[in-house]
């Protein structure tokens, strides 16, 4: 797969992504088009990322003098770890706000992710593109293999 | 049993206080938490190595097949409380 080809599928599935984004801002929550589009939406996802792995681990022998990936399940350096953290705190807070949004009383407006979601077209387009882009993320990125973990490695000779 | 009612209600205030009752205030919240999440991508795909991306992130916590179908299993519950049902 060479650069080229990659920046175009990756302009693709963008494009895509958006447009079934857009499409799906306007699915009434509970009908049978919301769950069957969401359902085969990441399907379709899921599928892309899993042959966009493939494609990757294929081409890994011929372009590996310079992995863009780092051994999955490796030990991380200090500066990867206080990147995990900055991930880690913006999730923590969204995750606590979602929380005390949820226990709020009955008669006052709801602030979660999911009435938000309801509330604003524009911001379900929005997170609906973003939950495509990370289930793309999950299926894409590579899978650490039988045999292939830490423990073996360290068995090798250096 | 007023006393009572009285700090349960106090308590049930408590999270309204935090993070609010206004629904632009929590559009605003979350589009916020959207773009720094986006951000965080984004500097990481254009600094080569320090700041992970999430592709770097999800590879290097959830190496096996098994936490990989667990994170799967998440996500897909997620969009479907979000957007399907």
């Keep these: ?158 | 049993v007023s006393g009572a009612a009285g700090v349960s209600r106090a308590a049930a205030a408590v999270p309204a206080a935090v993070v609010g009752t206004s629904r632009p205030l929590g559009l605003a919240f979350w589009v916020a938490v959207v773009a720094a999440l986006l951000a965080l991508e984004l500097v990481a795909r254009l600094t080569a190595g320090g700041l992970p991306s999430l592709g770097r992130l999800v590879a290097r916590y959830l190496p096996t097949p098994v936490l990989r179908a667990a994170a799967v299993a998440v996500w897909l519950y997620a969009g479907w409380h979000l957007f399907a049902h």
């Excluded at chain 1, 080229?4 to 984004?21: D, K, N, Y």
């Excluded at chain 1, 306007?26 to 996802?45: K, Q, Y």
């Excluded at chain 1, 509330?119 to 999950?138: I, M, Q, T």
């Excluded at chain 1, 299926?139 to 068995?155: D, N, W």
């Design chain 1, 1 to 158: 797969v060479t650069p080229l080809l990659r920046r175009i599928a990756g302009s693709a599935a963008a494009g895509a992504i958006v447009l079934l984004s857009a499409w799906a801002s306007g699915w009434p929550r509970s009908s049978l088009i919301a769950e069957v589009g969401t359902l085969a939406s990441a399907v379709a996802v899921l599928a892309a990322g899993a042959a966009c792995r493939r494609a990757r681990t294929a081409a890994a022998p011929a372009t590996s003098a310079q992995p863009a990936e780092p051994a999955p399940g490796g030990a991380a350096g200090a500066g990867e770890r206080i990147g995990a953290a900055l991930w880690l705190a913006v999730a923590l807070v969204a995750v606590a706000w979602d929380l005390l949004a949820l226990v709020t009383p009955p008669h006052r407006p709801h602030l979660t992710l999911s009435a938000t979601t309801l509330g604003y077209r524009p911001f379900h387009a929005l997170a609906f593109a973003c939950w495509l882009g990370l289930g793309l993320v999950l299926a894409a990125a590579p899978v650490r293999q039988s045999g292939s973990g830490r423990h073996r490695r360290r068995r090798l000779p250096a």
